[in-house]
Structures are given as structure tokens and as C-alpha cells.
């Protein structure tokens, strides 16, 4: 069974009837040459041609309505990779717009302190620890314990604690 040519090909070819003449590529001949129509898909496709040689075979577009075809099929591949370019660029921003700002960036306006654990904090409230760095407080975890989040990650630590409290007393004498 015969399988009709891509539709770019189909717009190329020369409307012709069975039994009339038509331009193609005659691989026995090495050349285009006129051939006649011995058969056809539908209206417009030229299925079989014989060559003035007297040779038979399928139609072959002539060597300019090549050309003209796969310039038009490089063209439309350009355009899909572009378009395929497009829609990923177009991705990729709507991802970095949907990524939370980074720790700096939120906490660059805001006034800063060091951090010690004797000191009461409320959330939004900015710090700079000695080892984690600046970081902006999130709010309560526990009884004198609040979630800070470093570029390291959010972490726990104390605050609002006494430096004589029973507890840091007691902490303390186990340690000596």
C-alpha cells in the first residue's frame, strides 16, 4: 500500500492527471526528465511515474521543489526549537518568581542585633549569631526557646534566659 507524502510536499507538487506529463527525478537517468503519470493518491499526489528511459518508479519531486520543501521544513523546526526555548525560559521565571526571596534579601531593611541568650526576641526581629550568622526570628518553639532561620536552616535556641537561673546554675555545677 502507498503512503501519502508529508503535507509540505503535497503543496509542491504539479496538479496532473493520470496519463499526462510532469517533471521528476529519474534515478536511471541521473536527472530530471519528463515522465508520464501511470498513477495517483486522491486529487493531488502523484503516486507511479515512467520515464521517457522507460523506466517505473515512485514520483520524486524534481531538485528545486526539493530545496524549496526542506527550507520550509528547517524553517518550521527553527521556529518549534524557538518556541520550545520560549516556553522553557517562560518556565524557568515563573519558578524563580514562585522562590521564596533568600534570608538576605527579606532582612536587609531591617535593624540588626547581636544575638545572647539573656535577651528576649519577637518574631521578625533580626540577629546575628556567632556561628550561624544574621538570621530572622520566626516566633516561640518553647518555654524561652524561639526558631530562628539562617541561610544554614532554621534552628532553635534560647532567649529571655536568666544568667544566675536555677537551671544555667545547675547546668553549670554538673559541668565543674
Same mark, same amino acid.
Not at 524534481?62 to 520543501?69: F, H, Q, S, T
Not at 519558578?95 to 547581636?114: F, S, Y
Not at 530572622?136 to 529571655?160: N, T
Given at each position: 500500500?502507498? !503512503?501519502?507524502?508529508? @503535507?509540505?510536499?503535497? @503543496?509542491?507538487?504539479?496538479?496532473?492527471?493520470?496519463?499526462?506529463?510532469?517533471?521528476?527525478?529519474?534515478?536511471? +537517468?541521473?536527472? #530530471?526528465?519528463?515522465?508520464?503519470?501511470?498513477?495517483?493518491?486522491?486529487? !493531488?499526489?502523484?503516486?507511479?511515474?515512467? +520515464?521517457? +528511459?522507460?523506466? *517505473?518508479?515512485?514520483?520524486?519531486?524534481?531538485?528545486? #521543489?526539493?530545496?524549496?520543501?526542506?527550507?520550509?521544513? !528547517?524553517?518550521?523546526?527553527?521556529?518549534? !526549537?524557538?518556541?520550545?526555548?520560549?516556553?522553557?525560559?517562560? @518556565?524557568?521565571?515563573?519558578?524563580?518568581?514562585?522562590?521564596? *526571596?533568600?534570608?538576605? @534579601?527579606?532582612?536587609?531593611?531591617?535593624?540588626?542585633?547581636?544575638?545572647?541568650? #539573656?535577651?528576649?526576641?519577637?518574631?521578625?526581629?533580626?540577629?546575628?549569631?556567632?556561628?550561624?550568622?544574621?538570621?530572622?526570628?520566626?516566633?516561640?518553639?518553647?518555654?524561652?526557646?524561639?526558631?530562628?532561620?539562617?541561610?544554614?536552616?532554621?534552628?532553635?535556641?534560647?532567649?529571655?534566659?536568666?544568667?544566675?537561673?536555677?537551671?544555667?546554675?545547675?547546668?553549670?555545677?554538673?559541668?565543674?
Amino acid at each position: 500500500m502507498l !503512503k501519502e507524502k508529508p @503535507e509540505e510536499s503535497q @503543496e509542491a507538487q504539479v496538479v496532473a492527471q493520470v496519463g499526462g506529463e510532469i517533471e521528476a527525478w529519474c534515478g536511471a +537517468c541521473r536527472g #530530471e526528465t519528463t515522465h508520464r503519470v501511470l498513477a495517483k493518491i486522491g486529487k !493531488k499526489l502523484v503516486a507511479r511515474v515512467e +520515464c521517457s +528511459c522507460g523506466a *517505473r518508479h515512485r514520483y520524486r519531486l524534481a531538485a528545486g #521543489e526539493m530545496v524549496e520543501i526542506k527550507a520550509k521544513a !528547517k524553517a518550521a523546526r527553527d521556529a518549534a !526549537k524557538l518556541a520550545k526555548q520560549a516556553i522553557e525560559v517562560a @518556565e524557568i521565571l515563573a519558578a524563580e518568581a514562585k522562590r521564596p *526571596r533568600p534570608l538576605a @534579601e527579606r532582612i536587609v531593611d531591617k535593624a540588626w542585633g547581636n544575638y545572647f541568650p #539573656e535577651t528576649r526576641y519577637a518574631a521578625g526581629e533580626v540577629i546575628v549569631h556567632p556561628v550561624y550568622g544574621a538570621g530572622e526570628v520566626l516566633g516561640a518553639a518553647a518555654f524561652q526557646k524561639i526558631r530562628i532561620e539562617f541561610d544554614a536552616g532554621v534552628k532553635i535556641l534560647v532567649h529571655g534566659r536568666s544568667p544566675r537561673s536555677p537551671l544555667r546554675l545547675a547546668y553549670l555545677e554538673i559541668r565543674a
